[in-house]
Every structure is written in structure tokens, then in C-alpha cells.
């Protein structure tokens, strides 16, 4: 069949290193969802994904192999709550996470991913930036950019000034979260580090501030896989989904490469090989969007291509 499988770097190591025609983090298959010349788009990723790639390929189909591959960040926030911030926030520039659904995609400024998130951020001269979903990959990007961050619900008359009523470089934040990267903790990098001294950590930008900053490298998980396979080092600790550190050790022997084995993503752990093959011959499960949506959130990531 004219088709092209898209392979996430978190699904399992049969179906990423067999069948995926192509692999990456969501900029890479965002951009390579957009260059394709294939008439079927099968995406072995998570449903946001998939719309993202039916955004891009409106004449395309496109088919995610489970519907149950949801996404307990992208459905933290509504399209409501954005324009609730908006309405707070007047002419604010707001950023969203690529882990959001077309509704909420279609009311922002600019989709960012953990692999551009500061790149995009530091190209608005704004002294406020709303950034939704995720609070930690918020809070880290806030850090790296010099900007304070703030949350709508403890929002005061000065909370956007210092004391001497200067305004502030501000991120407004939302309190979702990336179930298996908020499982990680500064005491599993210490638990590590007494059996392992020498052993780098590498944390995912989606994890929590005091683990990120316990750490020896942050990245998105193309950044996290180029860094094991260039930068020599006795043992790697992955803080991130555990299929990508099973895919970075088929691919790596010689790597020694540690991960929490517990902490697999439900969600991602839905599409498998034979979901995948169902997909392929039955036609399932295909994603289908109102034309007018697909146009107001193809602008948000045809502006983070752009500016990337």
C-alpha cells in the first residue's frame, strides 16, 4: 500500500526498529508528517499526534491504530480554558504545548515542542507569555529564559511586578502534567547515583524542576538519544518514558543504558504490532476533522515550523 508509518520514539522496540518508515519526537514527525508524498498516514503515536499529522495532510488519510492512545496532558486543558486566559490576558502571545488537541491548537499563537520550546519563547518581545499545558515544562523554560512564572488562580494586583513596580518578564502557566514524567523524583537520581557514581543523567524537560535541575542534561527525546550516541560517558540514566531507553539499548549495545522500568506510558503502550497491522489492512482508526479547525490550528504549527 502507498502508506508511510510514522513511529514515535516512545512505542516498543518491535514496532519502532521493525515497522516505523519513520522515527522521532513530535517536531520531527511534525515535519516529516508534512513532507510526505504517501496516501495513508498510519501514526503509532498518540492521538494529538495523529491530528497534528491530519492538520498538516488534509488530502491524506490518516489513522491512528488504537483509539484508546489518549493523553493525560493534552486533555488537561479545553479550548474554553485558553480563551478564559486570553480574556485575562489580553494580547498576550500564548504558546501550546504540541501535547494539545486541534481545539485547543486553534487558539493559540504558536505550538512549541520540548525540542524548540526556548528557541520559540525567546523570539516574542513580550515581557508575559501564556504557556499551556504543561507547568513543568513551563516552569524549565521559564528558568532558562530569565521570566518569572505565574499561574491564573494566584494571580494578585502585583503579581506582575517587582517591588519597585517594574513589570516583570512574565510566563503564565497551567497546572497540567505529563503522568509519567511527574513520577520522577530527585531522590530516584540519588538512589542511582550511590550504586552508579559515574552515571550521567538525562531528564526530559516535561519532569519536575528539582529533577531537571538534580541532572546532568535536559532534552526533548531526539536530544536525549543524539547525546547518548555522541557524548561517551561510563553509563546513561534516561528520565523518560521507559520504551525509549529499550530502543536507545537495541540500537546501542555497547551503551550501558539505565532506566525506571516501571514508568512505561499507558497511553503510548496502547498501539502495538497488531494494532498497527489492523490498521494497515482495515483502514483503522481514520482521523477525520472539520475543515474550518484543521485551518485555525494548522496556522499555530505552520508559525513553530516556521519560526524553528
Known sequence: RNAVVLGHNYMEPALYHCVADIKGDSLELCRKAAETDKDIIVFCGVEFMAES????NPSRKVLIPSLKAGCSLASSITAEDVRKLKEQFPGVPVLAYINTYAAVKAEVDVCVTSGNAVHIAQQFDSDKIIFVPDEYLARNIAKLTGKKIIFPENILDNALSGNDGALQKVFVGWHGKCEVHDMFTVQDIADVRAQYPDVVVLAHPECPPDVV????FSGSTSAMIKYVRDVPASRYLLLTECAMADNIIAEHKEKDVLR?????C????QITLQDTLDALIYDRYE???DEELRLKAKRSIDRMLEMS
Open 213 to 216: 535541575n538534580a541532572s546532568d
Open 287 to 289: 482521523i477525520k476533522m
Open 260 to 264: 525506571l522500568c516501571s514508568h512505561r
Open 266 to 269: 499507558p497511553h503510548m503502550a
Open 53 to 56: 499529522a491530519k492538520i498538516l
